[in-house]
């Protein structure tokens, strides 16, 4: 989906999901990707992304998906709520 990257798509929709979370007063929003431990370059980008607005790498869950699949958990604090 190259025709939609640096769009600002991304932003628009992290933007969303930041807004809810502050509403919904939950402390931190979270995302799942697959982790630097896999060659995927889509997913490389993908992390420099998610870095780029604020998420931390936080853990890597090496058999969540499989062994194959590698999870990186990464998250960014949003108010001083609840953890969802």
């Known amino acids: 989906m190259k025709a ?8 628009l929709l ?6 809810w979370c502050a509403d919904q007063e939950v402390a931190f929003l979270q995302v ?5 431990s ?9 992390r420099e992304f998610y870095r780029s607005v ?4 936080l853990e890597e869950y ?7 699949n590698p999870c990186l958990l990464m998250v960014k604090a949003i108010s001083q709520g609840s953890f969802c």
């Open 38 to 46: 896999h060659p995927d370059l889509n997913y490389a980008k993908t």
């Open 4 to 11: 939609y990257h640096r769009q600002g798509i991304g932003n």
């Open 62 to 68: 090496l058999e969540l998906w499989r062994s194959e």
């Open 14 to 19: 992290l933007d969303e999901a930041e807004e």
């Open 32 to 36: 799942k990707t697959l982790s630097a």
């Open 54 to 57: 604020g998420l931390l790498e």
